[in-house]
């Protein structure tokens, strides 16, 4: 371990109150997973992973990779995570995955999720990508997953690119699991050659397709994957049940890019929460807009608020609004497994979404509003979907 390694572990575990020998880092968070489900697999052979479609196709690809099993569960419309009450019936599952979508984080339902979890001798997998540097905790303070996978990537809470951390539980009663899984960790080497000169390129190249004509961009976007002088947040495999390169540790230069933003989280959460509360009076009153009123309520320092309007049609114009006041809303998680898969097979994903009402209702319509906002834009933003919705 570097220096700049072990202030980055010894910070995670501060703002967690955790033990820094317990986080390990990792290229992206998803490279953590693979490693911990591979492991898993090795250990217990073939089984079932319980998942959500609503989320990324990044967060199932670690299981397909592994050569597991994903089994969707339907979710919460209050927390947008597996509903422990409507968990499928699974033979030789080896983990459930608990997701804290947008940030949200629901002690109840995560105990709930533990117990199903650990009644099948199962693994809870925490899924903190929205909400790094924290973790669900019981009433005394302790954390509830067996393994927390965190990330510092494209669209989360911190302005970084690259990185995630995985936290094993140090009281995970499969001691055998957990130390091979803490070699297996400890051990990834670091991105190196041309991947880690596209990784410090990869800011400034996103400036320069942001202000290219979209076909140019798109062109040159194209070019620079195929030569491996650009490293999307999603390649192209990721969309198919892959997971782009063998799973890797973080650099130096990746850690240092994080510790200087992680130190002023803080700050970011405090104007996330500040947002939310705003949200939360803006949002009274309008009508044709469904919000979880859990996730507005919580106080929270969410990444994203999620609201769904009417229809998908309406939604569109709710982006094309937002983002016309030179902020960013997104269609998260529109389509499911988001942004789309090329091969709906490898997820074993049925689109006609067979007795997932909960999950096809938070799909349609859906959009997910930004939290790193003003209390005057929020009121702008908020007008700008009462004016849809009222339309719709």
Not at 5 to 22: H, V
Not at 141 to 166: I, N, R
């Amino acid at each position: 371990m570097t220096m700049a390694q072990d202030e980055l572990r010894e910070l995670l575990a501060k703002r967690t109150n955790t033990q820094a020998q317990d986080w390990f880092l990792v290229y992206r968070a998803r490279h953590g997973m693979l490693v911990v489900l591979r492991e898993l697999c090795r250990q217990r052979g073939a089984g079932a992973v319980i998942t959500q479609l609503l989320t990324c196709c990044t967060a199932v690809d670690p299981i397909v990779a592994a050569g597991l099993r994903p089994v969707y569960g339907d979710v919460s419309p209050e927390t947008l995570a597996l509903d422990p009450l409507a968990l499928p019936q699974t033979t030789a599952t080896h983990a459930i995955v608990c997701q804290h979508t947008f940030g949200f984080i629901d002690q109840a339902s995560t105990e709930a999720l533990r117990a199903a979890a650990h009644a099948q001798g199962a693994l809870l997998l925490e899924d903190c990508a929205h909400c790094v540097g924290r973790l669900a905790t019981d009433s005394q303070g302790a954390p509830l997953a067996d393994v927390s996978f965190h990330s510092f990537g494209v669209e989360k809470m911190l302005p970084t690119y690259f990185g995630g951390a995985v936290w094993v539980n140090p009281e995970l009663s499969d001691h055998g699991l957990r130390e091979a899984l803490v070699a297996a960790l400890g051990s990834l080497p670091a991105p190196a050659g041309k991947l880690a000169r596209a990784m410090r390129s990869y800011r400034t190249q996103i400036r320069v397709l942001n202000h290219l004509p979209r076909p140019l961009a798109h062109a040159l976007r194209g070019l620079w994957t195929k030569v491996g002088a650009f490293e999307p947040a999603i390649a192209g495999r990721e969309m198919a049940g892959a997971v782009a390169h063998e799973p890797m540790g973080m650099d130096d230069w990746a850690c240092e890019q994080v510790l200087g933003h992680l130190r002023e989280l803080p700050q970011v959460q405090g104007t996330r929460v500040s947002a939310l509360e705003a949200y939360r009076a803006e949002l009274e009153d309008v009508a044709g807009l469904r919000v979880p009123a859990a996730m507005l309520k919580s106080g929270h320092p969410l990444l994203r608020l999620a609201v769904n309007l009417p229809d998908d049609e309406a939604a569109d114009r709710a982006l094309a609004a937002v983002n016309a006041l030179g902020l960013y809303a997104v269609p998260w998680y529109r389509p499911l497994l988001f942004p789309g898969v090329s091969d709906a097979d490898a997820y074993g994903y049925d689109p006609a979404l067979p007795g997932l009402p909960n999950t096809a209702a938070l799909a349609r319509g859906a959009v997910a509003l930004p939290c790193d906002l003003t209390n005057g834009q929020v009121r702008e933003v908020v007008q700008a979907l009462r004016q849809i919705a009222t339309a719709s």
